[in-house]
């Protein structure tokens, strides 16, 4: 099972922690996990290359956690907050479509 926890202030995204393996499939073939980690990791590129500071994560097997860097621009707060929008809305989609897979909460 994967277990999301998005962890919000005034309904913005300020952590994300993803943790443990869907079990949809075999290792290599599990499109679940295939799928949420590449939303996530996305999201996390995106904030790396947008961020003007650094971004805190980490990243291992069965495990990715990051914390928002605190925007210093209202154009760098809007484009982090489209980035993060987005990636909850993917797994948000993957979780309505694999509930017994993965589990989301905030």
């Known amino acids: 099972m994967i277990r999301i926890k998005l962890t919000k202030k005034d309904n913005v995204i300020e952590k994300v922690e993803i943790k443990g393996h869907a079990g949809y499939a075999e290792y290599g073939k599990d499109v679940v996990c295939s799928a949420v980690s590449s939303i996530a990791c996305a999201a996390l590129l995106g ?6 500071r650094k971004v805190e ?8 956690s990051f914390v928002v860097p605190q925007a210093e621009s209202e ?3 809007i484009r982090t907050e489209a980035i993060l929008k987005t990636m909850e809305l993917g797994l948000r989609d993957i979780q309505k479509g694999y509930s017994a897979f993965v589990k989301m909460e905030e």
């Open 57 to 64: 994560y980490i990243k291992k097997d069965g495990h990715l």
């Open 75 to 77: 154009e760098e707060r």
């Open 47 to 52: 904030l790396i290359e947008f961020s003007s």
